[in-house]
């Protein structure tokens, strides 16, 4: 029987065709980053352009361009690393999805930073470098420029290796070694310093302590108890006006500084009031939430699921109000210095450069976010939603605890230190509960050492490379700043 010749053809073609899809396939495999990278470009481009027209004409209007668009990138790196820590929690515990914490964020984020954002910021991060040991103009804006750029390299460097750092401290050292190289270790003021490196240690012990109280506090008066439901009807609103309180105090004290002024014991005051305030609204919705909820762990899920999004949210306003200085900080010292041909130890944030800060941290959270969000929230301990809440609120009291000390410290360093404290007590309850068991041996007493070490709770893998990144972070920032500060001056000299 002869071969139809139309059926021959069309083979042909569905192989070709098949092809055509496998390599489209394929294609859109491998550009998938680079849509990413091209719209990041595209925003640093933008700022660029914005900065010319705005100071078109005028002397410096090149530098100060260049500096908005690494401040653009800036913000970026930070929406891509820093937000992570307070959507991460939330996201492993399964009580947001990576795109509703990617919209929250983005949203609270870019509102903390436009409402709330300090119109103030230290041009030379809190004192880093003395201000009369860079007496030239150009010089300081030169090493601003160096210290923004060395930051936001290593901020980038640190996502790509999935390792949450702190930008704050990427800027405290890209200024401290573009000071160094401009003049000299005499410039630094190194009483600061050892009260930043000291925040490396304090503050991720601090919020780890204080997630870990909470678990058990947890633990001991709603999971262990024989009536888990009745136990939670009378706790769960108790935290969440804990929660409601530490959060308001947190925001009265960090968040609203640009509208208004707060002393300590008034926002003590003011998150007191809300917090009994909650108290009383939560009680009577938690009683009806927790109708026909059988009586085991998976029911307590439930309950603490909504206000675990709630912190979240409010943990993001406060982190856009306060770290969009990160990455506009330097730029608003060089557009000062460049405006009045010197500069001081405070300036005046311009709105453009605010817009332009608060909007980079959205793009960078949504291009680049969810690789550290899923590190955060799932890839260093498992978390539910009573774990994640214990994060949560641990960072914000450890930030009041730390602002009270005077002590400069991390949003990075306290969420993750959070999620190890949270961790390791569970690993250190597990062998007690073990130890304190009666009768035959449990089989997880048995089993050898090194399949004990791989069955730890907190991935060793994990807290070992973001503690490296920790460390390194003021000193490979610093080195890299002095290096970009002697090539950008030899260049403009």
Known sequence: MAEDPLGSQWKTLDRDLNRISQLEMATNYVARPMVGLGIAFAFILMAF?????????????????????????????????????????????????????????????????????????????????????????????????????????????????GAPVSTTHSVVGGVMGAGIAAAGLAAVNWPTMGTIAASWIISPVLGGVIAAAFLALIKHKIIYREDKIAAARVWVPIL??????????????????????????????????????????????IIKQSQG?????????????IPLVFSAALLSFAHGANDVAN?????????????????????????????????????????????????????????????????ALSAAITVIVASWLG????????AV???????????????????GLKGPVPVAKTIA???????????????????????ITVPAAAFMSGVIFSVLYWIAV
């Not at 041009?123 to 150009?138: F, H, L, M, R, Y």
């Open 407 to 414: 002590l400069p410290v991390s949003s990075t360093h306290i």
């Open 49 to 161: 352009l914005i900065a010319m027209i705005w100071f078109g004409g005028t002397e410096g209007s090149l530098i100060v361009a260049a500096a908005a668009a690494v401040g653009a990138y800036m913000a970026i790196n930070i929406g891509a690393n820093d937000v992570a820590n307070n959507m991460g929690p939330a996201v492993g515990a399964n009580a947001l999805t990576m795109g509703g914490a990617i919209a929250i964020a983005a949203v609270c984020e870019s509102a903390g930073a436009l409402l709330a954002g300090g119109d103030v910021v230290s041009t030379i991060s809190k004192g880093i470098i003395d201000t009369e040991a860079v007496a030239d103009g150009q010089v300081f804006m030169w090493a601003m420029m160096a210290a923004l750029i060395s930051s936001a390299l290593w901020v980038n460097l640190a996502t790509y290796v």
């Open 240 to 285: 969440v006006g804990i929660m409601a309180g530490v959060f308001a105090t947190y925001l009265a004290m960090k968040g609203l500084k640009r509208i208004i002024k707060i002393d300590i014991q008034t926002a003590l005051f003011i998150g007191a009031v809300i917090g009994i305030g909650t108290y009383f609204i939560t009680k009577p919705l």
């Open 417 to 435: 230190g959070g999620i190890f404290g949270v961790g390791f007590y569970r690993e250190w309850h597990m062998e007690n509960r073990l130890r």
């Open 449 to 471: 050492p090194i399949e004990r070490r791989r069955r730890k709770l907190v991935r060793r893998s994990h807290f070992m490379t973001i503690i490296a990144a920790w460390v």
């Open 293 to 305: 909820l059988e009586n085991r762990n998976k029911s307590l899920k439930v309950l603490f699921g």
């Open 327 to 391: 990455a506009v900080g330097p730029l608003a010292a060089i557009v000062h210095a460049n405006e009045f041909g010197d500069f001081s130890s405070k300036v005046a944030i311009p709105m453009w450069v605010m817009v332009i800060g608060a909007f980079g941290i959205s793009f960078g959270l949504f291009l680049f976010g969810p690789k550290l969000i899923r590190m955060v929230g799932s890839q260093i301990t498992k978390l539910n939603p009573m774990r994640a809440y214990c994060v």
